[in-house]
């Protein structure tokens, strides 16, 4: 993170979850809104653009459950002959580890009923990168997303090919497809303390900066 921050020119946004700044809280006897303030102070002051809240990625991720379960209960209500053929109960996780353990060890049997739902981390990685570069005027491969996690699993679903997408080009061809992915870098919590240790920063006396919003 460290020398990355030093070389790019991109612009960097970040996205701290609920269980990274409690475990920070508790590490440095804060609160979490004051962790979350002076994690603004401090990564705004290494070339961070924006920091960003996860709770509207959490609560579309919920919405979007909910309207997934209500649509396949309807389904399932609407035709008895046809009911056997949906998947309930419906399952969801954010977990990385779980889903890939479904995947590889159940397969089809479970995996009909797991949720098709983002987590709140990629669901935050496609409102970014989909959404808020558009609107900002900007081109998502020229925004670099980064996501502190509470573990180190969220690494390896940020880097899963199924959350890339393909930019649009009037120029672009076969051979210069520009694939961009939702969430460019995962830091966990301990990584974060390495980071302030590394800089030798002293996180209590940090001056607690305002909130980006979108």
């Known amino acids: ?10 612009k960097l946004s970040l996205f ?3 269980q990274s700044r409690a475990s920070l809280a508790a590490h440095f006897g804060l609160s979490p809104p004051q962790v979350f303030r002076k994690l603004t102070t401090f990564f705004k002051s290494l070339g961070v ?21 209500v649509s396949r209960y309807k389904e399932s209500i609407s035709n008895e002959a ?11 996780s954010a977990c990385p580890g779980w889903i890939c353990y479904a995947e590889k060890q159940l397969g089809s049997y ?32 020229d925004v670099y997303h980064v996501t502190i996690m509470p573990f180190y699993d969220k690494k390896l679903e940020a880097s899963r090919d199924d959350f890339t997408f393909e930019l649009e080009s009037p120029e672009q061809t076969n051979d210069n497809r520009a694939i961009v992915t939702e969430v460019d870098s995962v830091l966990t919590s301990g990584e974060i303390l390495d980071l302030i240790k590394l800089k030798a920063v002293d996180f209590k006396a940090l001056e607690e900066s305002p909130l980006d919003r979108m």
């Open 110 to 141: 479970i995996l009909p009923y797991v949720s098709s739902v983002k987590s709140p981390q990629q669901t935050m990685g496609a409102i970014i990168k989909r959404h808020a570069c558009c609107r900002m005027g900007l081109r998502p491969d």
């Open 82 to 92: 046809e009911k056997s053929k949906v998947s309930l109960p419906m399952l969801s």
């Open 49 to 69: 653009k924006a920091v960003y809240d996860t709770s509207c990625s959490r609560d579309l991720a919920l919405i979007e459950a909910c309207n997934e379960f």
């Open 16 to 18: 701290p979850s609920h």
């Open 1 to 10: 993170m460290n020398s990355y921050l030093i070389s790019i020119k991109a």
